[in-house]
Every structure is written in C-alpha cells, then in structure tokens.
C-alpha cells in the first residue's frame, strides 16, 4: 500500500504550544484530533516524539513544514513503543530526514526491521473497517535505529530529554520528560481522552501483539505523578495542565475497565459483547454531551472492541 494513496484529512494541521513544543495532527483513522506527533525544537534542532500510522507520514512532514522546521534539523525520532499507531511512519518520514536517528527500546528494533508480523497483527484487530487506515510499513534500514539507554539524557539544542520507563499499556513502553520545561510526553501511559468530554478510555493491544500490566500501568502513572510536571502531552490527544487528579482519575479507568470485564467474562460474554455493554455504559455517561463521529464511531467502536480484547488477554493469563 502507498502510504500517500489514504488522505485522512484534507491537509495536515500543526501548531506550537509553545516556543519549543509543536503538536503535528497526524490525522489518524480519517479524523482530526486522534493521533499526535509532538516536536521538540531548541538551538537549531529537533526531534519528534512518536510518528503515527505509515499511512499518514505525509503529514506529519507537512506539519513540519507549517511549523516552520527544516526537515534536516531533526536528530531523532523517539518511539514511546512499538505499535503501529505509534511508530508506523518511521520508514517514511527518516526518509525525509536525513540525520535523524530513531531512539526507541530494543525490544521494538526487530518490528521496526522487520515490520510484517507487526502490520497482520495490525491489520487482523481494526479489521476491515480501519486497517486501510494504517498504511504500509516496508523495514526501517538498522543504521537509522539507536536502542534507547534508560540512563541516558538526550539533548535537543538547550533541552534535555530524559526517558521514563512505563510499562503497563505495552512492557518495553517510555514516555519521555523534558526536564528545562517540566512536560512529560506520555505515550499510551495513560487513557484515552477527549477534550470537553468526561471521557477516558484505557489502550490495550490484544494478545498476539501485546501483553496488558494492569499492575505495572498504575505504577507507572505512580511514577510520572513523583515527577510533578507541568504538563502532560498525549497521543490520544493534546495537552493537559498536570494535576494529580487527573493522574488519579486515569488510574481508576485502568482499575474499572479491569474489574468490570473480569465481572462480565464470569458470566460468560465473548468480546464483542463486552465491548457492547461497556459502550452502552460509556455513551450513557456521555448523556447531555454532544460526542463527535469519531468519539461514537471509532473510540467506543474498534478502539474499545480493541482494548476488551487486551483486558481479556490478561485476564485470563493471571488464571492460568
């Protein structure tokens, strides 16, 4: 697949949030507001943190270039973690990027050079309502990839990078904090949120692909609270001023998604009906709200079919 044939949006938006953090609107799933990639710029250089789908790389260099930044600017590539949402446009957009290295944990390295079990795993779970969606993603050459180092502290221009290991959403999962500014670039660490909505809903990749922590997940959150930040930037989607409650709130989703699908498998419901009843729970919950399409029609469809399955994966692993 051509990952320029799928126009997800019209044309790629991006804005800065500040004087050295932009957010690129990668367009995911055909809808504004679902998948970001964040940009770092100090001193006369760059990096981006987390890419999405292979299918919407080329906006994420259109975004570059509404904020004004020279593609051979950028040093790295962070990846939070290696699902396709997250890192699928890596083989694209280092093509455009001559200098950038892509720093993400060992573990991902073979998806990343060697990406085929990683798109039919993609590609069997969004079916074929959203597998067109997720684009094609041929290997990355290894000479562009750097394993992370937990111990290491990357500089961007004046900015200092550090990572932070948090698993629980995937094992090999960082997020990244940007120490001078106090902003801790999340990954899939935490839920699911939509702006204006009293919404939060926790990633799961299903067995196969992944292998859910609930446990390590609330430790993890634990973790990005000892920090204090400032400020939390999200991949599903935006930012958000740090407060604990809202740390808080997330890891009671974590908690409530966890119990109430262990309730509903003792009764015997498969995945699909789970996902249906929890979806009945969340709509209710959204009454006197007014949910966009893609709130009703991807979050609480494939995305929560998605993160049942993983939920249930678990589940049943802690029982054997």
Known sequence: ??????????????????????????????????IASYLVRSGGEAALIDVGYAATARNVMDGLGILGVDPGSVAFVFITHHHMDHMGAVPHVVRSLPRAKVVVHEDPIRFLVEPSRLMRGTYEVLRNNYARYAGDMPPTPPERIEPLREDRSYRIGNLTLRP??????????????????????????????????????????????????????????????????????????????????FVERNKEALVHFNDRISEMMGRGMNADEIAGELRREMMEGLRGYDPDEYTRSVLLGDILRITVMGYMGALLRRRK
């Open 1 to 34: 697949m051509d990952p320029t044939a799928v126009t997800l949006v019209r044309s790629a938006t991006a804005r800065w949030l500040s004087d050295n953090i932009g957010i690129i609107d990668t367009g995911g799933y055909g809808h504004e507001g679902a």
């Open 164 to 245: 932070l290991y948090t698993p629980g959403h995937s094992q090999s999962h960082f997020s990244f904090y940007l120490e001078e500014l106090s902003a801790v670039f999340t990954g899939d660490a935490v839920c699911i949120s939509r702006p204006g909505l009293p919404l939060l809903l926790p990633e799961a990749g299903p067995p196969g692909i992944d292998a859910l922590d609930v446990n390590a997940a609330v430790k993890s959150l634990d973790r990005m609270k000892s920090l204090r930040p400032k400020a939390l930037l999200m991949p599903h989607f935006g930012y958000v001023d740090y407060s604990d409650e």
